[in-house]
């Protein structure tokens, strides 16, 4: 979803089904949803009524974004914004131009403990595949919510820039 002057925007709160741009990465049952304000009860969300919210899940890549909800054209820098609220700094931000192949990831960015805001410069791959995901870098429990996040494309990179992603890669 597209709001003034972005490329996307999604802040959970017009949501018929699923989680905004995300999917389930991983196989088995899943504490991700979309958690609902409810004051003086949980801290579950950033801002509005409802938030992307994971917790509980094991290490590893917990959710990412499909081209059909989130399309990063290839050879395009781009500005991400996200708003986040976690109680561990277990968690980051990752783009990667192809799923199971970390010689692709494009953009780490870890999710501070606490209320914050993540906010990064990236540039794809040369390929129609990449996506942005949540990533636990630890077992144990804790949370992971996200708001309003906010995409920006830039440009296109630089011919001298471009990374080629060969089709070994893929």
């Known amino acids: 979803a597209a709001a003034a002057n972005h490329t996307y925007h999604e802040d959970f709160e017009n949501v018929d089904q699923g989680w905004g741009p995300f999917v389930y990465a991983s196989p088995g049952q899943t504490q991700t949803h979309l958690s609902e304000n409810n004051p003086g009860v949980t801290d579950d969300t950033n801002e509005g009524k409802y938030s992307f919210k994971t917790f509980n899940e094991p290490a590893g890549m917990v959710v990412r974004s499909l081209p059909s909800h989130l399309r990063l054209k290839s050879a395009t ?47 794809t791959a040369r390929t129609d595949e990449s996506f942005l995901a949540v990533v636990k870098s630890d077992k144990g429990g804790g949370k992971c919510v996200l708001d309003r996040i906010t995409l920006d494309e830039l440009g296109p990179v630089p011919a001298v820039e471009v990374e080629e992603v060969d089709e070994g890669d893929l």
């Open 77 to 123: 820098r781009y500005r991400l914004t996200v708003d986040t609220l976690a109680d561990s700094a277990m968690y980051k931000l990752v783009v990667q131009g192809k799923a199971g192949n970390p010689a692709t990831i494009r953009m780490e960015k870890p999710i501070a403990k606490g209320k914050g805001q993540v906010s990064a410069e990236f540039s």
